[in-house]
């Protein structure tokens, strides 16, 4: 009897003392997975958005003149928005400072303030990898915007020159009376080589 309570003791201790070893070198491990090792790696390309009324839009974007601008106006609630999008963080890889690369969400609809839809519009931006884009959040209520963009819809994606010149603007109305079609990204760049190249002719 007292023979199998001393061999009980000693395996309990046994087991213990592998546990507490095996504890320590998962915790010491550099390959940990957890909240800890997620803390630890910092966001490659954090995302910045500026909230923004439509006066600041306009310096925003006349502050880039010297370069062909792109402005994609979108909002999450937009499935088209959602999945053309990328086009834009595509573009300005492509071409890189030579190209000046805007989005402006309409998620906001007037009803609280902004920041309300900030960080879903910040999750949406992440996602595709958009931290080399100046991202805006529209601070006037969306239809109001819409008027003062001249746009009726999202998405629409606006193309400057290098003078300030607005060129070209993609939208409903310009897809279905000269497209007949949705316009794409390729519809854009070749917006944006006209651009370059009739400029850089001057």
């Avoid at 989005?103 to 996602?127: A, I």
């Avoid at 529209?138 to 915007?145: G, S, V």
């Amino acid at each position: 009897m007292t023979r199998n309570v001393q061999f009980q003791k000693r395996l309990m201790l046994f087991v213990g003392a592998i546990l507490i070893a095996g504890c320590g070198w998962y915790g010491d491990s550099p390959d940990v997975h957890g909240p800890q090792a997620v803390a630890q790696q910092p966001v490659a390309n954090p995302v910045s958005i500026a909230v923004a009324d439509h006066s600041e839009i306009v310096r925003r974007i006349a502050s880039h003149r010297g370069r062909v601008v792109v402005l994609d106006c979108w909002s999450t609630s937009c499935p088209p928005c959602v999945k053309e999008f990328p086009g834009l963080v595509d573009l300005k890889k492509d071409y890189g400072d030579t190209v000046s690369c805007l989005s402006l969400s309409f998620d906001f609809e007037g009803f609280g303030v902004p920041e309300d839809v900030l960080e879903p519009v910040r999750k949406f931006l992440e996602q595709v990898s958009a931290g080399d884009i100046e991202n805006l959040l529209n601070r006037d209520e969306a239809d109001a915007l819409y008027k003062k963009m001249n746009i009726t819809s999202v998405p629409a994606v606006m193309v400057w020159d290098r003078n300030g010149t607005l060129i070209q603007q993609f939208d409903d109305e310009y897809a279905s009376e000269k497209l007949g079609r949705n316009f794409t990204y390729d519809d854009v760049r070749r917006a944006v080589d006209q651009a370059l190249s009739s400029q850089s002719k001057e």
